[in-house]
Each structure stands twice: as structure tokens, then as C-alpha cells.
């Protein structure tokens, strides 16, 4: 990295990123005093996923979309590099999403108030049995609201880049909600911002969406199968990429 780069990103980047987080988080705390189902909230958070890809001069091609009806209720579930995935996802594809987040998020000042007057769902991933109590009242959620919601079903970001076994979880919300399930891939936010460092890097980016799996008439028995089929989708949009050895 040159020395360029890093004064870059440490006294421009990264300062105008930490600003953008706590305007669009004050915005989006007013917003919800007015607006109780969180669709404003979403809406401040798609400016603010935009100025984070401005900022750091990030580009984004994507694909698919046309795979989908935005108006409709997915659980949509993608590979997991960068925290640049979030952003990503949430500034190009037209849906109104939810999140599961670890608990943790939650406490966080600022960032926490957003995250539960939006109506993102924390995870409690230290209690299972509490976990299992949260993806069924997700998958309710999604019936009630008609919401989309997002998941890593990694369960974390891939520390090498290579795709890992995925979790049942965002099959199991599918399940329960009745909503396709709809692989996602993402490529190249690793290299933009990569794990441990606050450095962003200049780039390109792709976000591939696959064709959605529908659920219709499944029970939770089929959840593995679906899990699988969510993971091959996603390993097979990764590999046509140059470079890429997305399985583990």
C-alpha cells in the first residue's frame, strides 16, 4: 500500500464515512418519531450506504435484478466478506429490508437506536433456543409486514475469502414466512475494505443476484436441502468470476 493510499483513506475517507454515519444515524432517529414502520428509517440508511461507496470511491455492477419483484417479501442470503457487504447490498438491490444482527449492535449508542426503531431483529447467538424463538418471529414478521429481510448465513465474514458452510438459519425464516429464499453474491468488497483494517481501497465491485427458491408447500424438515441449494448457487455465481475458489 502506498503511503498516498493510507493518508488518504485515514484523513479524508474515513473522517467523512464517521460523519455520514452520525448525520444519517440523527436523521434517522428524528425520522422514526414520525414514522413507526421503519420505512423511512430504511430509506436514510440507502443514503447512507450510498455516501459510504461515494466516499470511498467504490463502484458497483450488479446483475439480476430483473430475478426478482421488488414489491414482494424474499429472504435474501449472501456470502460474506467485507463490512462493505452491507452496504452494498442495501444500496442496490430495491427491496424493503430487515436484518438480523448479532445482539451485540444493538447496545451500541447511536447505531443501536437506528438498528430497533428500524425494525432490525437482533440474534442472541450465545442462547439457541432464544436464536430459534428469533427466526420464528422473523418469518412471522415477514408475513404481517411483506418485508424482505438479509442474511449472512455464514455467519460471519470469511476470513480467506472462501466460501463457508452455510448456517439453516435464513432457510428456516423462509420456511416459516413462505418467501423465496434468493442467493446472493457479492465480489471484490475484501479487497475495498479488508478484515481488521479501517483502510479503504479504491475499486470495483460486483453483486450478483441468483434465481430465488421458492418455498412454498416446504417444512422445516426440507431446510437442510434448501440451505444447500442456496450455497450452490452462490458457489457456482462466484466461480464464473476470474480468480475466484469460492468452495471450502
Known amino acids: 500500500m502506498s503511503p498516498f493510499a493510507l493518508l488518504w483513506s485515514l484523513l479524508v475517507v474515513d473522517p467523512l464515512i464517521i460523519l455520514s454515519t452520525i448525520l444519517c444515524g440523527l436523521v434517522s432517529v428524528g425520522a422514526s418519531l414520525f414514522d413507526s414502520t421503519g420505512h423511512a428509517a430504511i430509506q436514510v440508511a440507502r443514503v447512507w450506504s450510498r455516501s459510504l461507496l461515494f466516499f470511498a470511491r467504490v463502484g458497483v455492477k450488479v446483475e439480476g435484478l430483473e430475478k426478482f419483484d421488488s414489491g414482494a417479501s424474499y429472504v435474501f442470503c449472501s456470502n460474506h466478506l467485507s463490512y462493505m457487504d452491507t452496504p452494498v447490498v442495501l444500496s442496490r438491490i430495491p427491496?424493503?429490508?430487515?436484518?438480523?444482527?448479532?445482539?451485540?449492535?444493538?447496545?451500541?449508542?447511536?447505531?443501536?437506536?437506528?438498528?430497533k426503531q428500524a425494525g432490525h431483529i437482533p440474534v442472541p447467538r450465545e442462547d439457541p433456543r432464544r436464536a430459534i424463538r428469533t427466526m420464528t418471529g422473523a418469518g412471522k414478521i415477514m408475513r404481517e409486514r411483506g418485508v424482505s429481510l438479509l442474511i449472512f448465513p455464514e455467519g460471519g465474514r470469511s476470513h480467506d475469502g472462501v466460501l463457508q458452510p452455510f448456517k439453516e438459519g435464513a432457510a428456516y425464516i423462509a420456511i416459516k414466512a413462505q418467501a423465496p429464499l434468493v442467493p446472493v453474491a457479492v465480489m471484490g468488497t475484501r479487497e475495498i475494505l479488508a478484515m481488521g483494517s479501517a483502510v479503504f481501497h479504491a475499486g470495483r465491485v460486483r453483486l450478483r443476484i441468483g434465481r430465488p427458491i421458492p418455498t412454498e408447500g416446504l417444512t422445516l424438515r426440507d431446510r437442510k436441502a434448501l440451505t444447500e441449494a442456496a450455497h450452490e448457487q452462490i458457489a457456482a455465481m462466484l466461480e464464473t468470476e476470474a480468480g475466484v475458489n469460492p468452495r471450502k
Do not use: D, N, S, Y
Request: aromatic share 14%; no cysteine; net charge neutral.
Open 95 to 115: 427491496a424493503e429490508f430487515r436484518f438480523l444482527a448479532k445482539e451485540g449492535l444493538f447496545q451500541i449508542p447511536l447505531l443501536g437506536t437506528h438498528l
